[in-house]
């Protein structure tokens, strides 16, 4: 659930000169590049974004490619091993990902726990024949810092590329979350990356998870993860083992600052497709492997399905019109609200999942719209007013 729209108009952040771009001409210009399409660069340098045609650059060299290589790689790694853990903690070392070698010496690190070396590469301290981190400005026995996560403020605090973290269920979940969570942002990006010409995000976005849902400030009764758009940071707790709707809440995050933050508001969400679009995410992800996400070939939710089931039964659907015209407030409202979710999930699964290549093609000019602020329910009924009537009935038997 996103929390209560706060939409801060902001410029362009300063970013640290990481990339290089190449021109034709020999010429090298350093930044951050936050876009590569067969169109063009987009290149930015201090704060100013500069757009190169692709024709005039000869080559690039990008945080963001070795990133997205380091995650591949990291998808055939035994977290058993330490060896392998420390050779692709160097790779990453090499690649100027310091945030991803740091975590993968921590992994290690809970491979091998006295090992020395180890601690000493992660800047932990001898005590004796033991070790200390430092937990909330305190130095602490490594064995012993997860059990500090009892109190909130004692919580591990880590980052990795595009994500911080303060994880209060221990070590292992908050890495393992933190891959997850780079993990999904370019999966996100293979799903829509090329089509919405998504950037790159270039600070980091901030991740709270708790041990259990009590521990947790508590937005609504009906509401147990949200994204605070006005910290732009998300909060969750750990449910059977796992970050609870991690990824319908990293939706959420990634929406905003995809859409929102870099159109400086603009790109405010009508709340079926951003509850859509994040159920969407959420049931598209495959996580057989903490820390190791992937994609199915389609967005599996059950539970919305046999909700639509009943629904359909018991003549309870919303009508399009109605799904459309829906607020922020009606996804946190408890009446119908399995409803209301699994309509939106179904809805955008039928319009990004479908063989048709009209429809697909103009679910895209919607979310193009949508995310430049014009995704009103009236643009909606005008791109597809010749599936009025398909769209009434059709989504809605998945």
């Known amino acids: 659930m996103m929390g209560a729209l706060l939409t801060p108009r902001i410029e362009a952040q300063t970013v640290a000169a990481r990339d290089k771009v190449i021109l034709a001409g020999g010429k090298v210009l350093q930044g951050r590049i936050l876009l ?8 930015r340098k201090g704060s100013v974004d500069r757009t190169f045609p692709r024709k005039v650059v000869q080559s690039i060299e990008s945080v963001a490619v070795r990133h997205r290589e380091l995650l591949a790689a990291w998808q055939n790694v035994n977290v058993a091993n330490a060896d392998d853990l420390l050779a692709i903690a160097a790779r ?3 690649d100027g990902l310091p945030y991803e070698a740091r975590l993968l010496r921590f992994y290690a690190l809970l491979a091998r726990p006295a090992d020395p070396a180890i601690h000493k590469a992660l800047g932990n301290r001898a005590q004796g024949a033991k070790f200390q981190v430092e937990i909330g400005g305190h130095w602490v026995l490594f064995e012993a810092a997860d059990a500090l996560g009892v109190d909130f403020s004692n919580a591990w605090q880590l980052r990795s590329e595009h994500f911080a973290i303060r994880c209060a269920a221990g070590l292992r979940t908050g890495l393992d979350t933190l891959m997850d969570l780079e993990g999904f942002y370019w999966l996100f990006h293979e799903l829509f990356g090329s089509e919405l010409q998504l ?9 709270r998870l708790y041990r259990q849902r009590d521990q947790m400030p508590n937005l609504s009764d009906n509401v147990s993860a949200y994204f605070s758009v006005s ?4 909060y969750t707790c750990v449910e059977n083992g796992r970050p609870h709707a991690l990824f319908h809440e990293g939706t959420h995050a990634l929406l905003y600052c ?18 859509g679009w994040a159920e969407y995410m959420d049931a598209r992800i495959q996580t057989s492997l903490p820390g190791k996400p992937k994609l199915r070939a389609r967005s599996i939710n059950s539970g919305h399905s046999a909700q639509l089931v009943t629904a359909g039964r018991d003549h309870s659907l919303y009508s399009v019109h109605a799904l459309l015209n829906m607020k922020t407030g009606d996804f946190m409202a408890s009446t119908k609200q399995a409803c209301k ?5 179904a809805l955008f699964c039928y319009l990004f999942e479908n063989t048709d290549p009209e429809i697909r093609g103009l679910f895209i000019d919607y979310l193009h719209k949508a995310a430049s602020g014009q995704g009103q329910a009236s ?5 597809f007013v010749r599936f009025e009537k398909l769209l009434e009935t059709q989504p809605w038997k998945v």
């Not at 590569?36 to 290149?43: A, F, G, R």
């Not at 995809?258 to 509850?275: H, Q």
């Open 36 to 43: 590569v399409s067969n169109e063009h660069v987009v290149l």
């Open 92 to 94: 990453a070392d090499l």
């Open 199 to 207: 950037l790159e995000l270039t600070e980091p976005l901030e991740v």
């Open 231 to 234: 910290e732009i940071a998300m």
């Open 258 to 275: 995809f859409f929102v933050r870099a159109t400086k508001s603009r790109g405010v969400l009508p709340a079926w497709l951003d509850e």
């Open 341 to 345: 979710y699994a309509q939106s999930w």
């Open 379 to 383: 643009t909606f009924r005008k791109l």
